[in-house]
């Protein structure tokens, strides 16, 4: 990881956690072949509509496509208060299990 990203990183959770507000967060590993939208919606929805600063990361294999990652996004744009402001990146991690995505989410602003 170059200086660079590590900065821009670092502002990207700055500008999260300026929301006033509770703070949550959680970190799950989901199978690719299960809809991870839906655990998703079923497991975060209270705090996707509430939400004031969303961050996510995604983990994803190097071979594995980024499907999943955008039904994830496109169920969070959709869900969100208008004046929620998001955040997310990916990145690869060889280390993960085969068929599996990693997904660290931090809330903030939380009512």
């Not at 990881?1 to 999260?16: E, F, P, V, Y």
């Not at 705090?47 to 999943?68: C, H, N, Q, R």
């Not at 969100?80 to 993960?96: A, G, H, P, R, Y």
Request: charged letters at 25%.
């Amino acid at each position: 990881m170059s200086l660079d990203t590590a900065k821009n990183d670092l502002q990207d959770l700055q500008t999260i956690l300026s929301k006033i507000g509770r703070v949550a967060g959680y970190v799950k590993v989901f199978n690719v072949e299960d809809n991870i939208t839906s655990d998703i919606q079923k497991e975060f929805s209270n705090e996707v509509k509430s939400a004031k600063g969303i961050y996510l990361e995604f983990e994803i294999l190097p071979t594995s496509s980024i499907v999943a990652v955008n039904d994830v996004m496109c169920f969070i744009n959709n869900n969100i208060d208008e004046n929620c402001e998001v955040i997310f990146t990916t990145q690869t991690n060889e280390d993960l299990p085969q068929n599996s995505i990693k997904c660290k989410i931090l809330f903030t602003g939380l009512v």
